[in-house]
């Protein structure tokens, strides 16, 4: 079992900037990969980015140049920096960890992040 926690959130104006982060715990591997996905109402869960252990990253195009996530392999921990904050950015950002070598897809408990003047 995976245990996923994250923290950071809450509210902004647009254009400012919030930062999230995520702490793993449990069965990992070094070839999980990790990353954030995001939900906002009435419309389905999407990818914000992932990253792996190697520093592939992987970004929705809506968020590239404005997000960026980063990986401290030895505290098993993500985070996302999120600049340039837009109305559209608003939603609950989830945790994600996916195990690449055995079945296996977890997520945190989401945080919230509102973008309004």
């Known amino acids: 079992q995976v245990q996923l926690v994250e923290s950071g959130g809450g509210l902004v104006q647009p254009g400012g900037w919030l930062k999230l982060s995520c702490a793993a715990s449990g069965r990992i591997f070094s070839s999980d990969v990790m990353g954030w996905f995001r939900q906002a109402p009435g419309k389905q869960r999407e990818l914000v980015a992932t990253i792996t252990n190697g520093g592939d990253t992987n970004y929705a195009d809506s968020v590239k140049g404005r997000f960026s996530i980063s990986k401290d392999i030895g505290e098993n921990t993500i985070d996302l920096q999120m600049n340039n904050l837009k109305p559209e950015d608003t939603a609950v950002y989830y945790c994600?960890?996916?195990?690449?070598?055995?079945?296996?897809?977890?997520w945190g408990q989401g945080t919230q992040v509102t973008v309004s003047s």
């Open positions: 994600n960890l996916r195990h690449t070598i055995m079945d296996g897809n977890y």
